[in-house]
């Protein structure tokens, strides 16, 4: 089986440190856009950088899939710096990946027992009809938005370690969901901060989750809301933890929920986008 580090790694083609990445339809997270998660861990795979480590993505534009896009790599002494282009030069998203201290214990995962979130066709996290994505079921209640997730077969590296692609794809999804229901629109992730604490192995469930009162709108400019989440294994030994930053943009839900409601039960769309559905 095609593991999901090698569909990324074939996702970039050439030589040296300025290449071309075209992103299979997979890894799609909004329609026509990459998941963000999923550019991060394309980083992550280029780095190929053991141990305690950060990933950080900033996202100006959404990622096109099925696209050639210029990648260009930049060595740094503690990691790698990576930027993605449109044929035009605009950067679509730029990072880094560096190494880090092992953190100390993050707060434990809240219990999730409650109301499901929306899940799509495609997305590289909830697609149902997505069989090289997690197929991961969030869900949240009145204190915190998460789930636990089982790793498929392709998330598991022959040598048992978990893709990172698993731990960034849930934590930025779980963002998305804490941003949506902060605000009530649709939006994109936009700065990513997370850190592996790890190389994770892929055996039991891996938990995440975040808090609903610890995401806050940004001072002076309430369209963003930063969000705070972390993921476990069963035993409660800390597999991540990330700071990621959702921008709410208006109207953008209402092309979301049509595709939406044609899969879920109209409830469970209305408590996310209430504005949206009637």
Aim: proline share 7%; with cysteine; charged share 20%.
């Amino acid at each position: 089986m095609t593991t999901i580090d090698a569909t990324l790694r074939a996702a970039v083609a050439g030589a040296g440190d300025d290449l071309t990445l075209t992103l299979d339809p997979a890894f799609q997270g909004l329609p026509d856009a990459a998941h963000g998660g999923s550019v991060l861990a394309l980083f992550d795979v280029l780095a190929a950088r053991p141990g305690p480590r950060t990933l950080r993505g900033h996202y100006h534009r959404r990622v096109p899939l099925g696209v050639p896009l210029s990648l260009s790599l930049t060595r740094e002494p503690d990691g790698l710096a990576c930027r993605v282009a449109d044929g035009a030069g605009a950067v679509l998203v730029d990072g880094r990946v560096a190494g880090a201290d092992s953190p100390a214990a993050s707060v434990g995962a809240p219990r999730i027992d409650a109301a499901p979130l929306p899940v799509s066709r495609t997305c590289f996290a909830c697609g149902v009809d997505n069989v090289l994505g997690l197929g991961a079921r969030l869900s949240f209640d009145a204190r915190a938005v998460g789930g636990a997730w089982t790793p498929r077969p392709g998330f598991r590296a022959a040598d048992g370690r978990l893709a990172s692609a698993a731990l960034t794809s849930l934590l930025d999804e779980t963002a998305f969901w804490l941003g949506a229901l902060a605000s009530g629109e649709a939006g994109m992730t936009t700065e990513l901060v997370v850190d592996l604490h790890g190389d994770a192995p892929a055996a039991g469930r891996v938990l995440v989750a975040g808090e609903r009162a610890a995401t806050a709108p940004r001072a002076g400019d309430t369209r963003y809301w930063q969000t705070h989440v972390s993921a476990h294994d069963e035993a409660g030994r800390p597999l991540a933890r990330a700071a990621i930053t959702f921008v709410a943009v208006r109207g953008a839900a209402r092309r979301l929920v049509t595709g939406l409601l044609a899969l879920n039960p109209p409830d469970v769309v209305r408590r996310v986008f209430p504005a949206y559905c009637a």
